[in-house]
């Protein structure tokens, strides 16, 4: 069995699964947001159950419409807020956590070969540490917060097996474009894509986050790298008790529909064009596009490797005249380390404004949205029309160094050329 | 939930997301006629007017694509669409239209064999479809019997209710 069928088989209680097939699971932790918490609360009161099944297996993060920016918000964070004191759950309130996504491992909610549900379609992230990790609506998450299962259906797995080294300013966020480009928005639908090789050996646990967090862009029910020493030197301290990683791998004869070869070596600066995940080219090869606005943060890539990237490319430089650039860091504690580091320095020196840590403009529900005909280069997660505002603005999705750099030349610029000319 | 459906059909191509499906800035209201007057508006502003004597959306591939916004689903249920039958779907939205209970059919072809305005005959239970403006017909497979269970009580948390009362 590969990673993900004996994470699945071991929830369901079987000694083996194969794909297609539908196990009732037993779930190790379930998370909501503000944005999909309120229809979950609201359908859990209609099952008629008074508690949740296991109140410290529920999670409860602010971090949509944070701070809350109309009074719907706002009732919709005093709705979550009493259910979470009602029910004793572990809960992230304004200032307290940020982002649900790096939230969850940094408080040691994320375990290695553990069924996490989250009411959030970047659930997905969790697969970096060896989680079989996955998104669900807010019904579903009712149902799992009150009963303590889910039914899956076992999928079939991809391999994604990635080898060479990065050059300088190209990262994992410019190879996870690479593969959704390679594969199409429905390239993985229903399917387990698996990571491996020794780019992802060599990789931190940051960029497999960013890598198994955009998993979903391609349709995969979930992503999932190996845990390893990597992944034990980041979770100790944060999880209670490490389990025996020697059995979450994959077995020599697993099998899978798929395989694919990458080699990072001459990889160039990925962007996805507008409006599709997959309209993915080189950075060299778009062309002049003016841009209006430039985001670093959210759940792809607002760590403080992605920070301390941007930070070195615009250090000393200035935001361009006519755009504004949004850095959000993804969470308290990387806010406040980014902020030692002197990193927020440089960018509020350059001109950028630093946000509190929240999804931001990502979604286009709460702040930094576009107008009609303008452009963000962003490194978030998608960029569908109408996703950052306007109907008729324009996303591109890129790296932390690709986005750094377009914002101090105020066009999409590809960051290897940039170090060049300095 | 009676099965068995009758509608005009409004057609979409291929990859609609939960965004076109329903804006990210909608996701702060909670009541679905509220969120249904917002329904694929970023495609066609008329679509809640279109869709509210009843009507079935035929889709391309990955339908649903995107987010696990249930406020997507539940835009279109109470917009007034009865059933989506689509080439493929995104597995987030196809969970989550069982779990409200709206009907949704994976369908290979459908795309090429039904135009907006043809009026489809659906029995999901069945898994028939048939386009009573053309004479084209197609048998998928058949949702799994406890899919239908939920389907039939009118959604999961009705389901999940009349499982535990027993």
Known sequence: ?422 | MNSKIKAPAIKFGNNIDTDVILPGKYLILVDPCELAKHALESLDTTFPDKAKKGIIIIGGKNFGCGSSREQAPLALKYSGVKCVIAESFARIFFRNAINIGLPVLECKGISSAVETGDELAVDFEAGKIENLSNGKKFQVDKLPPFILEILADGGLIENLRRKMKK
Request: aromatic share 6%; with cysteine; proline share 4%.
């Open chain 1, 1 to 422: 069995m590969n990673i993900t069928e004996k994470i699945l088989a071991k929830a369901s209680g079987k000694k083996a699964v194969y794909p297609g097939e539908i196990v009732d699971a037993n779930v190790d932790m379930v998370m909501v947001h503000d944005l999909t918490g309120p229809l979950a609360v609201e359908a859990f009161k209609k099952i008629g159950v008074q508690k949740v099944w296991d109140n410290k297996k529920v999670v409860v993060i602010l971090d949509h419409q944070v701070p809350a920016e109309s009074v719907k918000a706002a009732e919709l964070h005093k709705t979550m807020r009493q259910f979470a004191k009602d029910q004793n759950l572990t809960f992230y309130d304004v200032g307290r956590g940020g982002i649900c996504h790096q939230v969850m491992p940094d408080k040691g909610h994320v375990v290695p070969g553990t069924i996490i549900l989250g009411a959030d379609s970047h659930t997905c992230t969790y697969g970096a540490f060896g989680a079989f990790a996955t998104g669900i609506g807010s019904t579903e998450a009712a149902a799992v917060i009150a009963t303590g299962k889910i039914w899956l259906k076992v999928p079939e797995a991809i391999k994604v097996n990635v080898k060479g080294k990065f050059k300088t300013h190209v990262t994992p966020k410019d190879l996870v474009l690479a593969i959704i480009g390679k594969l199409g928005v429905d390239g993985a639908i229903y399917k387990s894509l698996e990571f491996t090789g020794p780019t992802i050996k060599d990789m931190t646990v940051s960029g497999r986050m960013t890598l198994c967090n955009m998993a979903v862009e391609m349709g995969a029910k979930n992503g999932i790298v190996e845990p390893d020493e990597t992944t034990r030197k980041y979770l100790e301290g944060k999880i209670k008790k490490m389990p025996n990683l020697d059995s979450l791998k994959s077995d020599v004869d697993a099998k899978y529909s798929q395989i694919f070869e990458f080699d990072v070596s001459s990889m160039e600066p990925q962007v996805a064009c507008p409006s599709s995940v997959d309209n993915v080219k080189p950075v060299s090869k778009v062309g002049k596009v003016k841009i209006d606005q430039a985001f670093i943060g959210s759940c792809t890539n607002g760590r403080l490797e992605d920070l301390q990237l941007a930070a070195k490319i615009m250090k000393g430089k200035k935001v361009a005249d006519g755009v504004r650039a949004l850095v959000i860091p993804a969470s308290q504690e990387i806010y406040q380390q980014a902020d030692k580091e002197g990193l927020l320095q440089i960018f509020t020196e350059a001109g950028a404004i630093v946000c509190g840590s929240a999804c931001g403009p990502c979604l286009g529900g709460h702040i930094g949205l576009l107008a009609a005909g303008e452009t963000c280069v962003s490194t978030s997660n998608r960029n569908f029309i109408g996703r950052m505002g306007s109907i008729q603005a324009s996303v591109y999705l890129a790296s932390p160094a690709t986005v750094a750099a377009s914002a101090v030349t105020g066009k999409l610029t590809d960051p290897t050329t940039l170090e060049t000319k300095a």
